[in-house]
């Protein structure tokens, strides 16, 4: 039988088994909090499609307001005339083709890499080694574009990725546990906005189904499915 320490059992006490809107969810999360580190704080939502169906994958990006409280590492990979762009961009990493080897050659110590198309003959390479890490440029997600500043500007700013696995979740950071309420708040209704927004056409019945806000080490409390809705 599996066993919880007294700090989360504790918590869990103070989590009543209702469903809470984010207004009230958030702070109350922040009240359970017991971890000694900076937590991140992520919302998991279950959705009622069928990702084994090309038409129904649910799959995007947003700019949270304030971002995700680290900056990420990114690289990016450009032809010449674009170089120079994702530079005064802000990019950590710039190259070409010498990138791509460098990465073949087993360096991974970036947290997001975009790349122009005329390269992506050369990136196409590396989808062993980005794909199970989710850091494969996509031209869904902006990260296959022209415009590397754009792109680089929105990762730093705090663009997050979200994508629906096989069990029909979406799980995304929105945060961290140090950030005061109203932070949070923004964050998490832009964060559910973009979802909502991103429903397939071909999705049948009810969209969201459920969802859940937590911390890294904290329980998880239930949120209102008809608040969140209503972001959208």
């Known amino acids: 039988m599996r066993k919880t320490g007294k700090k989360f059992a504790a918590a869990r006490q103070q989590v009543a088994d209702k469903p809470h809107s984010i207004e ?3 702070p ?10 900076d937590e991140t704080v992520e919302i998991a939502m279950r959705l009622g499609v069928d990702p084994k169906h090309a038409d129904q994958m649910v799959r995007g990006t947003v700019v949270l307001p304030h971002g995700l409280g680290k900056t990420k590492r990114v690289l990016a990979i450009a032809g010449a005339d674009k170089q120079k762009d994702a530079q005064q961009a802000g990019a950590d990493f710039v190259g070409g083709e010498e990138l791509v080897e460098k990465i073949q050659g087993g360096w991974i110590d970036f947290d997001a890499v975009v790349a122009t198309p005329d390269m992506m003959g050369k990136v196409g390479r590396l989808g062993r080694v980005l794909g199970p890490r989710g850091l494969m440029p996509n031209p869904k997600t902006g990260t296959v574009t022209l415009d590397v500043a754009k792109a680089v500007q929105e990762i730093k700013a705090g663009k997050v990725e979200f994508r629906v696995d096989k069990t029909s979740i979406i799980h995304v950071p929105f945060g961290k546990s140090s950030f005061d309420e109203s932070r949070l708040l923004d964050n998490a209704k832009a964060l559910v906005a973009a979802v909502m927004r991103a429903k397939p056409s071909t999705a049948k019945g009810k969209y969201l189904r459920s969802a859940y806000v937590s911390s890294t080490m904290s329980p998880s409390i239930r949120l209102d499915v008809g608040s969140l809705e209503a972001l959208a």
Do not use: E, G, N, S
């Open 28 to 37: 109350l999360m922040q009240k359970v909090k017991f971890a000694k580190f």
């Open 24 to 26: 009230d969810a958030v």
